[in-house]
Nanobody, 115 residues
Framework: QVQLVESGGGLVHPGGSLRLSCAAS????????MGWYRQAPGKQRELVATITSGESTNYADSVKGRFTVSRDNAKNTVYLQMNSLRPEDTAIYYC?????????WGQGTQVTVSS
């Protein structure tokens, strides 16, 4: 059974940091491109960052220089380190696993940036 379980979300002040984790199971994690997406209220889901099996990374322009995606294949886990958080980063953050025509999604974790 495939599972993607996100954790690490919460409430943080502007300028603060959070580290999201996504623990994966039920598939061959190491060959999948892993990604983080987010969806704010009333908006479409958007790409935040991806990391390939070869550890090439890609970021949305809005998070470049602030967010860092990484993976640990030994732990079947992908991370998103979020620094210098802004109110506009408030959203539900979803973990994604992608390989060829296969896509898996986690249930999401809420990140709220507010003073």
């Amino acid at each position: 059974q495939v599972q993607l379980v996100e954790s690490g979300g919460g409430l943080v002040h502007p300028g603060g940091s959070l580290r999201l984790s996504c623990a994966a199971s039920g598939f061959t994690f190491s060959i999948y491109t892993m990604g983080w997406y987010r969806q704010a209220p009333g908006k479409q889901r958007e790409l935040v960052a991806t990391i390939t099996s070869g550890e090439s990374t890609n970021y949305a322009d809005s998070v470049k220089g602030r967010f860092t995606v990484s993976r640990d294949n030994a732990k079947n886990t992908v991370y998103l380190q979020m620094n210098s958080l802004r109110p506009e980063d408030t959203a539900i953050y979803y973990c994604n696993a992608h390989w060829v025509f296969t896509n898996y999604w986690g249930q999401g974790t809420q990140v709220t940036v507010s003073s």
